[in-house]
């Protein structure tokens, strides 16, 4: 019988909880912000949808519409099938390429101290089934209190007709 080390064993176990977690790479807390704040927001141009808002992995950036801006409303089981773009301490979102507009980005407090980054004032979130660079498969789902929609570059969500809207159900 061959014996692990415990030190290996504690190794293993840390990337075990930081992956069932949903903990990024660097060992963060949940969501698509990379260590040391910097956050880009990127814009794609994906079939039937147009330009869409995309992580710095090229991830697609959806909004909650419960959050009805400035708000996160996606709070614990939520957050490990969304998980919010996080920006470090201090950190700020950056306009990346396509068209994003660094006067539309901001940051959102979440509850629990971390500030997440938001478009137009909707918490942008990735989502966990998306599991390649431009995938939608969150695209108008409505999942845990409400309906999920990508973000286009120019502040508003993709929202197929006959759905909830901002408009319908939004006080801001």
Do not use: E
Request: proline share 9%.
């Amino acid at each position: 019988m061959h014996r692990v080390p415990g030190a290996t064993l504690a190794v293993l176990a840390t990337v075990a909880a930081g992956s069932l977690a949903g903990c990024t790479s660097a060992g963060g807390p949940p969501g698509s912000g990379s260590a040391g704040g910097r956050v880009v927001i990127d814009a794609k141009r994906l079939p039937s949808l147009g330009t869409v808002l995309v992580d710095q992995h090229g991830k697609t950036l959806y909004m909650f519409l419960p959050d009805r801006k400035h708000a996160v409303t996606c709070t614990g089981r939520c957050l490990g099938t969304w998980p919010p773009v996080v920006v470090g301490q201090g950190g700020s979102p950056k306009a990346g390429s396509g068209g994003v507009r660094q006067g539309l980005l901001g940051t959102v407090p979440d509850g629990q101290g971390r500030s997440v980054a938001s478009y137009a004032g909707w918490p942008l979130y990735t989502y966990a089934g998306d599991t390649a660079p431009g995938q939608t498969s969150g695209q108008a789902l409505d999942d845990n209190g409400g309906p999920w929609y990508v973000m286009r570059v120019d502040g508003h969500p993709v929202i197929p007709s006959g759905s909830p809207s901002p408009g319908a159900s939004s006080t801001s």
